[in-house]
């Protein structure tokens, strides 16, 4: 996913199956489904959850975040 202030993309590679079912509508939270997940990088997936489903996201990278 893109930072909205300095278009830098961070991914994070998941198992198709567990991305899929946390897309889907009244999956589990982020935590339960990706446990062992570093907290940035179940924000990023919370993030492309909201971006899939049409509604407003805002990702901001690790260093922009920090510069806030």
């Known amino acids: 996913m893109g930072c909205r202030t300095c278009d830098s993309v961070d991914s994070v590679e998941v198992p198709e199956q567990s991305l899929e079912a ?23 997936l919370i993030q492309a959850r909201r971006k899939h ?3 407003f996201h805002w990702y901001l990278c690790p260093t922009c975040w920090e510069a806030l």
């Open 22 to 44: 946390y897309m889907a509508v009244g999956s589990p939270a982020v935590d339960a489904m990706f446990p062992s997940l570093s907290v940035g990088d179940r924000e990023l």
């Open 53 to 55: 489903r049409g509604s």
